[in-house]
């Protein structure tokens, strides 16, 4: 009984208009009076970010911070994929014939995440990585390797939370969130960097719209409130480093695998 009166009051708490309204109250200027709480609630470390505390002017441009330069460093291995936020780990591995298979106990269709686009096919055999970031992080997303975008996609979707509880008890929230798809060619092949909306995250922005290629580590977008990343390499074109498992805390910038020209089984 608890679970479904837990479940019904997520359903209702994913409307639009709830994020809306939380959204612009995180954006005014009397927000700004909640960060020391925020910081205090969350044990945000508050020493890492680009400004002193008293400086920004509500919640929403506090959570949305940058760091100060140096506070993440980027791994520059030849090839590397890196992280592109600080976050835990809730799904990894390859992908079978189009489905991630065991995210919080659901499996996902590539098709469904990416809303059946063209490019889906190039990913059905590739690798996963999906990144819950909480309150506690950092929430910029940067890109994860050097290339150029090839495609940008928003999608509009529900804004359900993507806690424990709503990935395990709710369908397929990460295909029915709404999302902003980055689609970015390297070296060797194309990622796509798929993040993903929740509740009270009234919007998620690229960091500069007009910028169209990366380094590794460059900013790229970022959340109003914390939300998930899903991270897809084509078939064939990755292997991970070997000492990461589902449940691990990442830093934006750490190295997960190495990119590589399609194999043969591709």
Known sequence: MAKQLLRLMTELSSRKWVSRIMGGFSHSRLSRYLIPTFIRIYQIPA????????EYRSLNEFFSRRLKMGMRAIDETAS???????????????IH????????????????????????????????????????DYHRIHSPVTGKKAESEHLRGKVYPVNDFAMTNIRSVLSRNERLIT????????????????????????????????????????????????????????????????????????????????????
């Not at 490019?119 to 909480?134: A, C, K, P, Q």
């Not at 590589?260 to 089984?265: G, T």
């Open 80 to 94: 590397a994929m890196t992280s592109p936020v600080d976050g835990v780990i809730t799904g990894m591995g390859p």
């Open 47 to 54: 020493h890492e970010a680009e400004k002193e505390i008293h």
């Open 97 to 136: 014939s189009g489905t991630i298979l065991n995210v919080k106990g659901q499996d996902y269709t590539i098709g469904d995440l990416l809303a059946n686009s063209p490019r889906m096919e190039n990913y059905t055999n590739g690798y996963v990585f999906v990144l819950y970031l909480s309150p506690t």
């Open 183 to 266: 689609y970015i060619t390297h070296e060797h092949g194309e990622v796509a960097v798929v993040k993903v909306g929740a509740m009270n995250v009234s919007s998620i922005k690229y960091a500069d719209p007009s910028v169209s290629e990366w380094r590794n580590g460059d900013d790229l977008a970022y959340f109003e409130f914390g939300s998930t990343v899903v991270l897809l390499t084509e078939n064939g074109t990755f292997t991970p480093r070997g000492d990461l498992t589902v449940g691990d805390k990442v830093k934006m910038g750490a190295l997960l695998g190495l990119l590589h020209k399609p194999s043969k089984e591709s």
